[in-house]
């Protein structure tokens, strides 16, 4: 079962822009926040603070330290996650949908 970060944990999770391709989501937190259980599909994570946080998935858990302004490619996962430095996070995910489709029109240059 899909479990939509944006429905599990609406006050740290917004989207700022959705279409048949993408979905950008703003995740923000504060330290000691705890996330509950969601799911990601294939995604780019862009980081705009420094950050440190516990991740917990399948029985395992990882800490990681990262810092502003990093680019990070992420698999498909369940997983759910807590801020346990001093600082907040505050990232962008650019969420992958179905595969590309044909190329669209000349005339559909640039943004919407």
Same mark, same amino acid.
């Given at each position: ?62 800490? =990681? $330290? %990262?810092? /502003? ?5 992420? #698999? @498909?996962?369940?997983?759910?996650? &807590? ?10 995910? =650019? $969420? %992958?949908? /179905? ?5 669209? #029109? @000349?005339?559909?240059?640039?943004? &919407?």
């Amino acid at each position: 079962m899909w479990r939509d970060p944006v429905a599990t944990d609406p006050d740290h999770y917004v989207v700022l822009m959705e279409n048949d391709r993408v979905r950008v989501l703003e995740y923000t937190d504060t330290p000691g926040t705890v996330t509950t259980p969601h799911d990601h599909p294939d995604s780019v994570m862009y980081t705009l603070s420094a950050f440190r946080r516990r991740l917990h998935a399948d029985g395992a858990s990882r800490d =990681v $330290e %990262l810092a /502003a302004g990093g680019a990070h490619w992420l #698999p @498909a996962q369940r997983h759910h996650g &807590e801020n346990t430095g001093d600082t907040e996070t505050h990232v962008i995910f =650019v $969420e %992958l949908k /179905a595969a590309a489709g044909p190329h669209a #029109p @000349a005339e559909a240059l640039g943004p &919407e």
